[in-house]
């Protein structure tokens, strides 16, 4: 059976207490415990089951993984629940509610079958597409994404077959995008179509930054709005990239207002005003257009063009994958700390919580290691360098072929 990760560090229980100035009489009304119990808990004597570190953590006013020693670790499944607050019986009691129906597959029994790598009766993990549904479920009851779960899962239940979580729904232009496309002008046609060549550009662009690990992470919100024209003499602007598409094209004029109107009357489109800063001129107004899906999707209709594969969300993407092959290239020896690229290691370095406190817990795919230097009273941390854990070794033999696929220009490293 996996040793769970949260295992109650009583060291930190002690001090946070005092901290907030509560005393163990305090804590354990909060909890509706006795005061002897949360002495059992501060000497060491007792954990707290998973339901009960729910309890203490939301009497303290903090997370569970506050609580606990073992941040650094790769989770198991039985370490999401833990962390989770819940037990097998609550999670149990939770799919019978859930609507695939998982409830009537999984009892509290299969649970812990199922976390401590035993084999679970029944047909419910026979299918990669059953296991997945179970792990979307999971995932949300335990407030981490699906990949989390996944990763989770494999580590608990090596020799199953990976899960395969459901797909997105995303599909091909609809009929709908179809029919606005039909009953567009061949005006109108252009300055979308041009929008959209100008929205994949630019969308390539913040790609490649982003597996360069160069510049700030921006939004998509905030780098689709592709600016249309600078109110202000040219000789002093310059045109627009989008100015220049529709300039070739023969469709630069005074009548950009009223096409941007009509495509945004149809929802393909939404037009906004900022400011830009233009020497001498100071700071004068600036007209961005963005893109909607379905501008995206009507544009995809009228070229021709199927919907990109959705990646499935189990496996890296490119900028990830790409960082964690220079982590694996650089094996045995480890990556230098200052070498990884942009905030990589927030989603793929054990213990990161990439989308903030309340967030899914990164893949822990890597981490970090001291090197260290001298003997004795005089040794010291050199540095710290970066290496790929178990987990990290496992995802790429069972995908590397796939990644090959997707990711072709990436090479992809050989490991001992």
Known sequence: MPQPVWKIDATK????????????????????????????YETGVHSPSASRLGDLALALGCTPEDLTGGSRREPSLIDLRYAAGLTAANVAARLRGSPAGLGHFIDYRKIRDLEEGRKVAGKLLQDPEDSGLLVSALARMYGVPPQVLVDAWMRSR????????????????????????EGLSERQRIYLTACYQEDQVVERQVTAARAAGSGERIPAAEWRKVPFTIKAD??????????????????????????????????????????????????????????????????????GEALPPRRPAHLLSEWLWSSLMKVASAEPDGLAEDDMWGKSKFYLGTGYRPHGPRGGRSRGLIDEFPVREGEGEEAFVREYRWRLTDAGRQHIARHRDTYRGMYPNIPVADLA
């Open 234 to 303: 040219p000789e002093f602007t310059g045109y627009t990239a989008l100015q220049d598409r529709l300039r070739v094209l023969g469709e630069h004029d005074a009548g950009a207002g009223q096409t941007f109107k009509a495509l945004a009357t149809r929802g393909l489109v939404v037009v906004s005003e900022d400011q830009v800063e233009v020497f001498p001129l100071g700071f004068v107004p600036r007209i961005r257009v963005e893109l909607t899906r379905l501008g995206r999707a009507c544009a995809r209709a009228g070229l």
């Open 158 to 181: 090596p020799d199953d077959v990976t899960p395969k979580l459901p797909s997105s729904g995303r599909k091909r232009p609809s009929a709908r995008a179809a029919e606005i496309w």
């Open 13 to 40: 229980l002690t001090r946070m207490r005092k901290e907030r100035g509560l005393s163990p009489e305090d804590v354990a009304g909060r909890m509706g415990v006795s005061s002897r119990m949360i002495h059992y």
